[in-house]
């Protein structure tokens, strides 16, 4: 718990985190500036070598804010504490600096790589002078070893600089793909609420034309057999009744106002499922319908909806089932409902994946059942394979035409 509050606490107060680090580093090089060996020829501790290690300290603090200007100020620093010729067991700001510089210098890579190689070449000329004056005792392979270090530094913070880009560059990508799938996901539910709008116009279109066709047998017949005119009058109740649902369930949609989009083909029914039972037999997944009673009641947005929900899962299984593998289709007409499950013995797919596929045909199946508040369940099989199970409830107070 405490670590993990202090690891947040680190993420939301980085400069925080600079300046603690770099008075942990300036302490280190105080105290060894302090206790520092001091032979004849170098000048020893006083306020202004102290000074000089305060600066660094407060330009280190800014490693990542202003990384150049941190690097350039350090460097400064440091040639003038050489050049002073104090002595220090630990200096640390030089080396780090660089790192930082590589490390959090920015995308111009020319720029920062331009400043980091003037700065070591810089500091390794002051070190070689060191080495050539005759008041010096610095011993040659000191200016090896302080370009090597600071070289090694550079590149190191140049490994991070890349890693950290990369790192950035995933999450991007990731993002982005979050995002398009976003966007493929919703572009489904509306290209399937344009595809139900559709099927369900056409439905409020079949009612509209028998109450026009029950209207005008009504008006033949009403002095000869006022009987028989009621009855087509209490057929076109009932059209007008199921029209009217039907008509507010479509305003609840999208409805694609593309001519070239519609379907004129006539709209399927339950008693067409055999075309798409046999339609995936055909496909090489042997198929079976079971149906269990009749449809004492038509009602067309429930059978349109329960009919494209079987089409949609017996794609699915043609599209993940594999083979070999079985399929069976059991229909439920009750009174109330109808219900309807697919299974099959495949390999399956997850609901992820599914939902990804192309087509999306588990958010069309949610889409339809949605219409009519029923219920949906789909996923894998312990067996292996894969279910879907739907409910479509009727609306008995607005269903009844007979067909």
Known sequence: ??????????????????????????????????????????????????????GQTAAFSFRRRAPIASLLVVAALTVVFWVADYASDFEAFSLLSVYAATAHGGEDRGRVWRVVGSVVT????????????????????????????????????????DRRQRVIELEQRAARAEAERGLLARQAVLDERARIARDLHDVVAHGMS???????????IVRRDPDEAATALGHIQQAGR??????????????????????????????????????????????????????STRSPGQEMAAYRIVQEALTNVIKHAGRPARAVVRVQYRPEHIHV?????????????????????LVGMRERVDLYQGTLRFGPRPGGGFRVAATVPFDRARAGVAT
Do not use: K, Y
């Open 242 to 295: 199921v029209a009217l649902s039907e008509m507010r369930r479509m305003l609840d949609v999208l409805r694609s106002e593309s001519p070239g989009d519609r379907d004129l083909a006539p709209q399927p029914t339950m008693d067409d499922l055999n075309h798409v039972v046999q339609h995936c037999a055909d496909s090489g997944i042997p198929t079976e319908l079971i149906v269990d009673g009749a449809l």
């Open 122 to 161: 810089g500091m390794s000329v002051i070190a070689v002078v060191g080495v050539l004056s005759p008041s010096e005792d610095i011993p040659a392979p000191a200016v090896v070893g302080i370009a090597a270090l600071h070289i090694t530094a550079a590149i190191a913070g140049e490994i991070v600089h």
């Open 341 to 361: 499950e697919v299974i099959d013995d495949g390999a399956g797919s997850t609901e992820g994946e599914l939902a990804a596929s192309e087509g999306h045909g």
């Open 210 to 220: 028998v109450m026009v066709v029950q209207a005008g047998a009504a008006e033949r």
């Open 1 to 54: 718990m405490l670590s993990s509050r202090l690891s947040r606490w680190a993420t939301d107060h980085p400069f925080e985190i600079d300046v603690l680090f770099a008075v942990v580093i300036g302490s280190m090089t105080m105290l060894g500036f302090v206790i520092a060996d001091i032979n004849g020829s170098e000048q020893d501790p006083d306020v202004f070598g102290g000074l000089l290690i305060v």
